[in-house]
T-cell receptor, first 112, second 107 residues
């Protein structure tokens, strides 16, 4: 089966600009996650969707980050405006409920 | 925080030796999962152990789960240089990750 797809793979923007990331989960996976991983740290859960509903967004900086999962399939994560500390790899993962996660390759964001 | 916490933070061994890393958690769980991350790559699922299981094997990997102590261990036997990576645990009730264990296997 096809894996989790993410795009773009790399993005460089200036601070205060906006950026959007896209994720296409594995077909049939109802649960979708977005993580932020800063170099040298573990992935930090930003938001978890179950179909198109939000299960957990307690660690999402809602003043600048937003995410949606229309129709319960693809998802986009947006940052507006970006800060230097947003430089990280953004990982998308999907799973069936209570099963293991499958991760995409990630998007490496550099904010200058 | 309800995330899994891995221990030790770093582990360095020689090729052929065994590596053991631990995970502790705070809440009741339905299952616990171990993942590997090679430098610059996404996480890869290694093994899932359910709360009614005490031990599970997959190739050179052995995972144990002690729900009374809220802890799990991952044993990699006969390690190889290719096992060099960061290892993370998470559980289904809260898919948050700790800082991981950074394993270095020296050839």
């Amino acid at each position: 089966e096809a894996g989790v797809a993410q795009s773009p793979r790399y993005k460089i923007i200036e601070k205060r600009q906006s950026v959007a990331f896209w994720c296409n989960p594995i077909s049939g996976h109802a649960t979708l996650y977005w993580y932020q991983q800063i170099l040298g740290q573990g992935p930090k859960l930003l938001i978890q969707f179950q179909n198109n509903g939000v299960v957990d967004d307690s660690q999402l900086p809602k003043d600048r980050f937003s995410a949606e999962r229309l129709k319960g399939v693809d998802s986009t994560l947006k940052i507006q405006p970006a800060k230097l500390e947003d430089s990280a790899v953004y990982l998308c993962a999907s799973s069936r409920p209570s099963y293991e996660q499958y991760f995409g390759p990630g998007t490496r964001l550099t904010v200058t | 925080s309800q995330q899994g916490e891995e221990d030790p933070q770093a582990l360095s061994i020689q090729e052929g030796e065994n590596a053991t890393m631990n995970c502790s958690y705070k809440t009741s769980i339905n299952n616990l999962q171990w993942y590997r991350q090679n430098s610059g790559r996404g996480l890869v699922h290694l093994i899932l152990i359910r709360s009614n299981e005490r031990e599970k094997h997959s190739g050179r990997l052995r995972v144990t789960l002690d729900t009374s102590k809220k802890s799990s261990s991952l044993l990699i036997t006969a390690s190889r240089a290719a096992d060099t990576a960061s290892y993370f645990c998470a559980h289904n009730n809260d898919m948050r990750f700790g800082a991981g264990t950074r394993l270095t296997v020296k050839p």
